[in-house]
C-alpha cells in the first residue's frame, strides 16, 4: 500500500488562471477529504466525498472551486480564476470502513498564485 | 459552532524532556478527537479517542480524554530531537466525517 499520493506537489500559477489537483487515496478507502492549510494554522475542511458522492462541503469552497469524484477511485479539486488568497496547501486524506474517522493524509499540493 | 483550541502554541524543551500539550474542545456531538504530528509534510496519524477508548500508549507517547473538561493532554516522555514537529488535535465535525483542526502546538526539542 502506497498510501494517499496527490500530484503535483508544486504549482505556481498566476492570478486568474484555473488549476486542477488529483488526489489517489489508499485503495480501500471509501471516503476522501481534502483539507486546506495555510501558514500557523491547522488544516480547514473543504468538502468530503463517500465513494462518488459528495457529502458535504464548507463554506470556504466558494463558487470558484469544484471537486469530483467520478468513479469513487481519485479525486480531482479544480480552482477556477485563482485569486493571491487561494495560495496554500491542498490536502488530501482518506479514511476507510473500519475506522472511519482515522484519516490519513497525502503529501499535499503547494500553491502558489502570483 | 465547534471550536478546538490548542495550547501553548509553541514549546522549547531540552532533549529527555517531558513535555505536555494541551487541547481543549467544544462540539455538540462528540465522537472523536485525533492527535496528528506534523514535521514539514502532511500530517501523520498518531492516535484516535474515543469515549470508549480514553487513553492511548505508543511508545514515549501517551494521550488521554478528559470528557468532562471537555479536554486531551498528548504527553511526551524523554523527548528527543526527532519529535520537533507541530502537534495537531481534530475533533469529528457533527455533521459528519470532516475533522475540525486546532492550530496546533509548534514543539522544538533542542539537543
Known amino acids: 500500500d502506497t498510501g494517499v499520493s496527490q500530484d503535483p506537489r508544486h504549482k505556481i500559477t498566476k492570478r486568474g488562471q484555473n488549476v486542477t489537483f488529483r488526489c489517489d487515496p489508499i485503495?480501500?478507502?471509501?471516503?476522501l477529504y481534502w483539507y486546506r492549510q495555510t501558514l500557523g494554522q491547522g488544516p480547514e475542511f473543504l468538502t468530503y466525498?463517500?465513494?462518488?458522492?459528495?457529502?458535504?462541503k464548507s463554506r470556504l469552497l466558494s463558487d470558484r472551486f469544484s471537486a469530483e469524484r467520478p468513479k469513487g477511485s481519485f479525486s480531482t479539486l479544480e480552482i477556477q480564476r485563482t485569486e493571491q488568497g487561494d495560495s496554500a496547501m491542498y490536502l488530501c486524506?482518506?479514511?476507510?470502513?473500519?475506522?472511519?474517522?482515522?484519516?490519513?493524509f497525502g503529501p499535499g499540493t503547494r500553491l502558489t498564485v502570483t | 459552532e465547534d471550536k478546538v483550541v490548542q495550547s501553548p502554541l509553541s514549546l522549547v524543551v531540552h532533549e529527555g524532556d517531558t513535555v505536555t500539550l494541551n487541547c481543549s474542545y467544544e462540539?455538540?456531538?462528540?465522537?472523536?478527537l485525533l492527535w496528528y504530528k506534523q514535521e514539514k509534510k502532511a500530517p501523520t496519524f498518531l492516535f484516535m479517542l474515543?469515549?470508549?477508548?480514553i487513553e492511548k500508549k505508543s511508545g514515549r507517547l501517551s494521550s488521554i480524554l478528559d470528557k468532562k473538561e471537555l479536554s486531551s493532554i498528548l504527553n511526551i516522555t524523554a523527548t528527543q530531537t526527532g519529535d520537533s514537529a507541530i502537534y495537531l488535535c481534530?475533533?469529528?465535525?457533527?455533521?459528519?466525517?470532516?475533522?475540525?483542526f486546532g492550530k496546533g502546538t509548534s514543539l522544538l526539542v533542542t539537543p
Open positions: 481534530a475533533v469529528v465535525l457533527n455533521s459528519g466525517y470532516a475533522l475540525n
Open positions: 466525498f463517500q465513494n462518488e458522492a459528495q457529502l458535504e
Open positions: 485503495s480501500e478507502h471509501n471516503r
Open positions: 486524506a482518506s479514511s476507510g470502513r473500519r475506522g472511519a474517522y482515522e484519516q490519513y
Open positions: 474515543t469515549s470508549s477508548g
Open positions: 462540539v455538540t456531538n462528540f465522537r472523536s
